[in-house]
Structures are given as C-alpha cells and as structure tokens.
C-alpha cells in the first residue's frame, strides 16, 4: 500500500483499530521514516490525545440502567452490576467521536488548502490577465501607422536605455533596459512634459528583476504638443509633480 492508500487509517491505527494488514504497512512505513506516514501519526495522536482528554466523564441514566439490567435474564435488580456494560457503550461512543473529529479535522484542513491554492490561482490568473491586457495595449501602439518613435540611452556608458512609443489616439508606449529594480518603498513614475507646460503624471510602473521595464499609457495623447516623455523614482505612493530628477528623459 502507498501512503494515501494508509492516510485514513492513520486516527485507526493510533487507537488500535486498524485491520492487521493496514497497521503492518503503516509500522513498515513508520520504520522506514516515511515522510508522510511519519507526519501523520504524529498529528493523528495528538489529536487523539486532545479530543480523548477533552472528552467529559458521563454518568449513566438511570433508564439506561433500568434497560440494560431488565435485558438480562435470571438477575435481580439489585444484584446486577451495569458499570462494566456502561463502561463498554461509553468508549464504545469515546471512539467513534474521536476517529469522527480526527477525520473531520483532516477534511477541515484539506478544504482550508484547496481553498487556499484556488485563491493562489485566481490571483495568477487575475495577473496574467492584467499582463495579457497590457501587451495588446503595446501590441496596439506599435501597430498603428502613425506612431512616433523615440530612441533614449544610446550615448550613456552604463545606462537606462529604451524607446518610446507616441500615438495621439491609442496612448504612449515605454520599453526599457538597464533600469535597476526601485528600492524598497520607491517606484518608477513616467511622466509627460508638453511644450511650455509643466509635467504630467503617467503612470507608475517597476522593473523586472532583469532591468527590462514595459510601461503603457492608454488613451489620446498631443505627441506634436509634446516636449519630452521623462521617468522619475519616487515614493510608492507616486507623486503629482517630480520630487527628483530624472532617471532619463526621451526628448521629442
């Protein structure tokens, strides 16, 4: 048997209840350090230990008493003795509760990890889909006929270097290289400069661990009334004007 033949038999086994075959495999697995069997008994015998003494002493009904003692024939009341027959029913029903919870408890902890690893998926699907939606924003940029292109970087020993992209209708396009990951609590803000005018913001962004950054701005933009695209490192939270100079600045 493999271990998730033996998983459910893990709370029997603690109790001594395990078929001879099941509690055979589950000594070998143990004797071997299984890294699963191991951890498993473990976890099954402290729950056992928990909910067995958690479980509260019950004293027997007296119309329990009544029944059990008018079912045996050829005893007088007074003379039959009902503890050993409670004590029986009593861990009996001891059991039987703590195998339930011990399964309960498993069931409990494998939902709380499908629903944990459903919410991971979601999240990476949500991401790819932001991710998709901005490289057809890209994709839409480059493709249109009337595009302007920007070079910047070329003439720096060790620089930012990239391109920018300018459309009036579908927005402006940033592709980077050489552009460090931002520091702890700082981010990349591009911004763009019109001709006599003061900077607008557009758009926060960071760089991939590679140095490689893609930054889209949607929608219309002046590209003749435009002076200069420029990237600032601010504060996480961004910023309405640039608080430093600029990491570079692609001039029209």
């Given at each position: 048997?493999?271990?998730?033949?033996l998983r459910?038999?893990?709370?029997?086994?603690?109790?001594?209840?395990?078929?001879?075959?099941?509690?055979?495999?589950?000594?070998?697995?143990?004797?071997?350090s299984?890294?699963n069997?191991?951890?498993?008994?473990?976890?099954?015998?402290?729950?056992?230990?928990?909910?067995?003494?958690?479980?509260?002493v019950?004293?027997?009904?007296?119309?329990?008493?009544?029944?059990?003692?008018?079912?045996?024939?050829?005893?007088?009341?007074?003379?039959?003795?009902?503890?050993?027959?409670?004590?029986?029913?009593?861990?009996?029903?001891?059991?039987?509760?703590?195998?339930?919870?011990?399964?309960?408890?498993?069931?409990?902890?494998?939902?709380?990890?499908?629903?944990?690893?459903?919410?991971?998926?979601?999240?990476?699907?949500?991401?790819?889909?932001?991710?998709?939606?901005?490289?057809?924003?890209?994709?839409?940029?480059?493709?249109?006929?009337?595009?302007?292109?920007?070079?910047?970087?070329?003439?720096?020993?060790?620089?930012?270097?990239?391109?920018?992209?300018?459309?009036?209708?579908?927005?402006?396009?940033?592709?980077?290289?050489?552009l460090?990951?931002?520091p702890?609590?700082?981010?990349?803000?591009m911004?763009?400069?019109?001709?006599?005018?003061?900077?607008?913001?557009?758009?926060?962004?960071?760089s991939?661990?590679?140095?490689?950054?893609?930054?889209?701005?949607?929608?219309?933009?002046?590209?003749?009334?435009?002076?200069?695209?420029?990237?600032?490192?601010?504060?996480?939270?961004?910023?309405?004007?640039?608080?430093?100079?600029?990491?570079?600045?692609?001039?029209?």
């Amino acid at each position: 048997m493999n271990c998730d033949d033996l998983r459910d038999s893990y709370e029997l086994f603690v109790l001594g209840l395990a078929e001879d075959a099941e509690a055979a495999e589950i000594r070998a697995h143990l004797a071997r350090s299984c890294e699963n069997c191991g951890p498993g008994v473990r976890r099954a015998r402290e729950l056992s230990s928990l909910l067995g003494a958690s479980a509260p002493v019950e004293e027997p009904p007296a119309r329990l008493r009544k029944r059990v003692s008018a079912m045996v024939a050829g005893e007088t009341r007074s003379r039959w003795n009902w503890s050993p027959v409670w004590a029986a029913v009593a861990a009996g029903a001891l059991i039987a509760a703590v195998v339930f919870n011990l399964r309960a408890h498993r069931a409990a902890e494998s939902l709380t990890a499908a629903e944990t690893r459903l919410e991971q998926l979601r999240s990476e699907a949500s991401a790819q889909n932001r991710e998709l939606a901005r490289l057809n924003e890209a994709f839409a940029i480059l493709n249109q006929p009337n595009v302007k292109q920007v070079i910047f970087g070329g003439g720096a020993p060790q620089p930012p270097r990239g391109r920018v992209f300018l459309d009036p209708t579908r927005g402006v396009l940033l592709v980077a290289s050489n552009l460090p990951p931002a520091p702890a609590g700082k981010i990349y803000e591009m911004w763009v400069i019109p001709k006599g005018g003061k900077p607008v913001p557009a758009g926060l962004f960071q760089s991939a661990s590679d140095g490689t950054a893609l930054h889209v701005l949607s929608g219309p933009v002046n590209v003749a009334g435009t002076a200069a695209v420029a990237v600032t490192l601010e504060a996480a939270a961004g910023a309405t004007v640039p608080n430093l100079p600029p990491v570079f600045a692609a001039a029209l």
